[in-house]
């Protein structure tokens, strides 16, 4: 799938754990969709972050907002979808309060997936404000 396709809102029907894994690895990819557009509007800026390539996302947030090319709103922001997106890749599955729980995990996943397509909208909006388009995709955010 291309980003565009992953972009489409997707309501995912966890009924199995194999419904669960395949919507982590959904998620994961769409997490690595924001990860590349974030680090190119830092290397539009010609930012010099060291290591930008491996880069977390915090440190690229942080240096950006450091350096007033992130409003305080996006950044705040940002900071909810990179917490989930860690979420998703270092807790999820060791996170024992779903209880095997098929419908609470579904509930999280889906949401976790919203936030982070929301975050690839909100940097895609900085690249285009860079790039000298006025037209902004809408956000939960808003």
């Given at each position: 799938m291309n980003k565009e396709e992953f972009l489409v809102k997707h309501d995912f029907k966890i009924k199995t754990f194999d419904d669960v894994y395949k919507a982590v690895g959904i998620i994961i990819q769409i997490s690595q969709y924001l990860e590349q557009e974030y680090r190119q509007y830092a290397k539009l800026l010609n930012f010099?972050?060291?290591?930008?390539?491996?880069?977390?996302?915090?440190k690229v947030n942080n240096y950006l907002h450091d350096n007033?090319?992130?409003a305080d709103k996006d950044y705040q922001n940002l900071q909810l979808v990179i917490k989930e997106r860690n979420y998703i890749n270092h807790e999820f599955f060791w996170d024992k309060s779903f209880n095997n729980n098929l419908d609470l995990m579904n509930d999280r996943l889906n949401l976790i997936y919203q936030y982070i397509c929301e975050g690839c909208d909100v940097v895609a909006n900085l690249i285009s404000k860079f790039n000298g388009f006025s037209t902004i995709r809408p956000t939960i955010f808003d």
């Open positions: 010099e972050i060291k290591n930008l390539d491996s880069a977390t996302l915090n007033k090319k992130i």
